[in-house]
């Protein structure tokens, strides 16, 4: 958890939409998608996580914190968000705060 979030990072909600190629194969895309955008306090994985994540090759992880909105309740771990340049896949969501005034979003750098 976070104390005294500082929502000073700007991080943008990607939605997942799936179509199917001229072969009938399913394709993921990644948009961005209306009321996506949010400042967020992100918290870097722990020390002995990222010493986990090294050792196994793994990717870097974050909790992004943000301000709950009708437009970011509605993301899943389906989604994904771009931080910094990077995509993250999201491996989790928790509601936080008074009566769930914001969220939390663990991610996983993907790029």
Do not use: P, Y
């Not at 722990?46 to 993301?75: I, K, P, Y």
């Amino acid at each position: 958890m976070l104390a005294a979030a500082k929502f000073d990072r700007k991080v943008q909600f990607l939605r997942a939409t799936v179509t199917r190629n001229a072969l009938g194969q399913e394709m993921t895309a990644f948009a961005v998608f209306s009321g996506g955008a949010a400042w967020a306090a992100v918290r870097w994985g722990s020390a002995s996580e990222r010493r986990d994540s090294a050792a196994q090759g793994a990717a870097q992880s974050a909790t992004f914190r943000v301000r709950a909105t009708a437009a970011l309740l509605s993301v899943t771990v389906k989604d994904r968000l771009r931080f910094e340049g990077s995509d993250w896949g999201i491996l989790g969501r928790a509601s936080v705060g008074a009566q769930g005034s914001e969220l939390e979003f663990t991610g996983e750098r993907l790029s």
